[in-house]
């Protein structure tokens, strides 16, 4: 009897094989081959979902997107009506740094996104995406956290934004110099700055 094969549980197999690659080698060691061998499976059934490397890549891109976006959702959620504005605009923003071992992996997959999509047509979207994405969320903490008034919200959000940038490339750089503790600090610092202000 043949094995029945989830293609969800696949798909994630083979991202987080594609993670793997790009975490250990960069995004442009990813082919179809790596990512095979990388999760244990024949390229054939790499194949099956993904019928070549761009594609591949784009849906790892995608990927990687989605999931940051889904848990800084669920902390969304709860910022309208609660008392710890500030808190869970630091707890969203965190999702975007290299603080565990989840959002390290994603993170350094998101800055090669990024770096690649400068030049790579495949990753340009996805590229832009995060920009937008940052910014976004970035505008939304401003605004609901009622942390600049309305003629001073478009340059703290751009300010915002350039912060957690800045702050995740450092962390995946030198994590050694910029280790979690401190780099959830300089937002928690960053937060109440705006606040107080």
């Known amino acids: 009897m043949p094995k029945v094969v989830d293609p969800v ?13 790009v975490v250990e080698s960069g995004i442009g060691q990813v082919t179809l081959r790596a990512v095979a ?9 790499v194949r099956h979902y993904f019928s070549s490397r761009d594609e ?6 995608d990927e990687v997107i989605d999931r940051i976006t889904a848990r800084i959702a669920a902390h969304r959620d709860r910022l309208d009506g609660s008392k ?3 808190g869970i605009a630091e707890d969203m923003l965190c999702e ?12 350094l997959v998101w800055l090669e996104i990024v770096t690649s999509g400068r030049t790579d047509p495949v990753l340009k979207a996805s590229a832009d ?19 600049a008034s309305k003629a001073e919200s478009a340059l703290e959000t751009e300010r915002l934004a350039a912060m957690i940038d800045g702050l995740a490339l450092r962390a995946c750089l030198h994590p050694d110099k910029l280790p979690p503790a401190l780099a959830r600090s300089v937002v928690r610092r960053h937060l109440r700055q705006l606040r107080e202000a």
């Open 9 to 21: 549980e696949r798909r994630q197999r083979i991202f987080e094989a594609v993670f793997d690659v």
């Open 37 to 45: 061998d990388a999760a244990g499976l024949a390229i054939g059934s």
């Open 56 to 61: 591949l890549v784009g849906a790892a891109s």
């Open 84 to 86: 710890d504005r500030l």
């Open 96 to 107: 975007l740094l290299p603080l565990t071992e989840r959002t390290s992996r994603e993170v």
């Open 129 to 147: 995406r995060l920009f937008t994405g940052t910014r976004s969320l970035a505008a939304v903490i401003v605004t609901h956290a009622e942390l």
